[in-house]
């Protein structure tokens, strides 16, 4: 049977769930429009960055508008994509299509192929050096609802056993509450999916 907590809070104008490229990119702009609100973010990771796919091709317009100088700023945005190759797969054999037969949306030209786990941790440098309050290695366990309206969230206890009952060590998570929250845990996200159930989202 699961105890009885008691738990702090703290209170910001906005929380963010998730520190990839969705996460950081709110935080940096919420400052941009209005450096005196104060945002948190969370990351359920040990740092960010830590649950990144390693891989990926990016149109830079984003980061273009977000961080116009992010060349200067040492983005590590530096591998230019130089080739397109499209292959049509059979169990043994792969053919190669011609390039112009391909949709524009398929080209890469002006792309880059980039690390996202890197580019997530410049971001973050990004979001802190703004005042963003980052907090790895604390992932969002609960939602904090109060008369239909989400308010929070609640970070994971530490020290619970698999019954339910507490350990020595352990430590109740916080409320971390907002006059927003903005959830961007990506495809998989438990939060997002409770969301989806109890406001009828999809």
Same mark, same amino acid.
């Given at each position: 049977?699961?105890?009885?907590?008691?738990?702090?809070?703290?209170?910001?104008?906005?929380?963010?769930?998730?520190?990839?490229?969705?996460?950081?990119?709110?935080?940096?702009?919420?400052?941009?429009?209005?450096?005196?609100?104060?945002?948190?973010?969370?990351?359920? %990771?040990? /740092? &960010?960055?830590?649950?990144?796919?390693?891989? *990926?091709?990016?149109?830079?317009? @984003?980061?273009?508008?977000? #961080?116009?100088?992010?060349?200067?700023?040492?983005?590590?945005?530096?591998?230019?994509?130089?080739?397109?190759?499209?292959?049509?797969?059979?169990?043994?054999?792969?053919?190669?299509?011609?390039?112009?037969?391909?949709?524009?949306?398929?080209?890469?030209?002006?792309?880059?192929?980039?690390?996202?786990?890197?580019?997530?941790?410049?971001?973050?440098?990004?979001?802190?050096?703004? %005042?963003? /309050? &980052?907090?790895?290695?604390?992932?969002?366990? *609960?939602?904090?609802?109060?008369? @239909?309206?989400?308010?929070? #969230?609640?970070?994971?206890?530490?020290?619970?056993?698999?019954?339910?009952?507490?350990?020595?060590?352990?430590?109740?998570?916080?409320?971390?509450?907002?006059?927003?929250?903005?959830?961007?845990?990506?495809?998989?996200?438990?939060?997002?999916?409770?969301?989806?159930?109890?406001?009828?989202?999809?």
């Amino acid at each position: 049977m699961t105890e009885a907590v008691q738990r702090e809070s703290m209170e910001y104008d906005v929380v963010i769930v998730g520190g990839g490229p969705a996460g950081l990119a709110s935080a940096i702009r919420l400052k941009q429009i209005n450096p005196e609100i104060s945002v948190c973010l969370l990351e359920k %990771g040990s /740092e &960010i960055g830590a649950h990144i796919l390693s891989g *990926a091709v990016i149109d830079p317009i @984003g980061i273009n508008e977000l #961080v116009p100088d992010w060349k200067q700023k040492g983005a590590p945005i530096d591998t230019p994509v130089t080739d397109d190759r499209f292959y049509f797969l059979l169990r043994s054999v792969a053919i190669r299509l011609p390039n112009f037969a391909m949709p524009p949306l398929m080209y890469n030209h002006t792309n880059y192929i980039v690390s996202l786990s890197n580019l997530c941790k410049w971001l973050a440098t990004q979001a802190e050096a703004l %005042g963003v /309050e &980052i907090y790895p290695g604390f992932p969002a366990a *609960a939602l904090v609802i109060e008369n @239909g309206v989400v308010k929070g #969230v609640t970070t994971g206890d530490l020290g619970v056993a698999k019954d339910g009952h507490h350990k020595d060590g352990f430590t109740p998570g916080m409320n971390l509450l907002g006059k927003y929250t903005i959830f961007a845990e990506g495809a998989r996200g438990s939060l997002t999916k409770e969301l989806f159930k109890i406001f009828k989202l999809d």
